[in-house]
Structure formats: C-alpha cells, structure tokens
C-alpha cells in the first residue's frame, strides 16, 4: 500500500561560514619581536609553542609535513581564506616568517 505525498520535499539552506584572513602578514614578523627573534634564532622552540597553544603535542613539529598542517588547521578553526598549496608555498619559501605569523595568529586568537 503506498500512501499519497501531501507535501514536497523542501532543500536544505546551507551553512557557509564567513571568511576572514590572516591578522598579520607573513612579512609583518617586526609586529611582535619576541616571536619575531624566537622565529629567528630558535624556530625549532617557536615551532614547539605553536604546536603546544594550537593544542597538540610539543613534539609534533619534528613530524614530516605537520607545520604545514598546523597551518592549514588554523585556517580551517579560524576560517580563513587560503589554499594549501599557498600553505605549502609560504612554508617552503618563508618558513621563519610563516611560523612567525603562525604564532601571532594564535595568539590574537586566543584572548
């Protein structure tokens, strides 16, 4: 026995979350110096605090390709603009100053 449809099937209104964009530029590292000297001279401990504050283990930066994904997590949390080949472009050509804008990022976010 089929029963007769008294009402249409009405589609679904999506969810797109707005965008926004980076607080800093990859070059604004002058904007905090103590992240912009820890960036330059110990990137590996900058790296680990990144990790740490974006709520992973400290040691996860020493794994292949996890800045990079740390990176593309925060556009993602923080949904901002980006692609992950434009990731991977600035890690690879501007990796101090990526990290350093990185860190800056999560740290206007976190307040």
């Given at each position: 026995m089929s029963y007769p449809m008294t009402t249409q099937p009405q589609a679904m209104q999506g969810y797109a979350p707005s965008t926004s964009q980076w607080n800093s530029e990859v070059m604004?590292?002058?904007?905090?110096?103590?992240?912009?000297?820890c960036g330059t001279f110990v990137p590996c401990i900058l790296a680990c605090k990144?990790?740490?504050?974006?709520g992973e283990c400290c040691c996860l930066p020493f794994v292949g390709g996890?800045?990079?994904?740390m990176r593309t997590g925060?556009?993602?949390?923080?949904?901002?603009?980006?692609?992950?080949?434009?990731?991977?472009?600035?890690?690879?050509?501007?990796?101090?100053?990526?990290?350093?804008?990185?860190?800056?990022?999560l740290k206007a976010r976190k307040c």
């Open positions: 604004d590292c002058c904007e905090d110096m103590g992240v912009c000297l990144v990790a740490s504050e974006y996890a800045i990079l994904a925060i556009r993602e949390r923080y949904h901002i603009e980006g692609s992950i080949c434009n990731d991977c472009v600035c890690l690879t050509f501007c990796g101090p100053c990526t990290l350093c804008q990185m860190a800056r990022e």
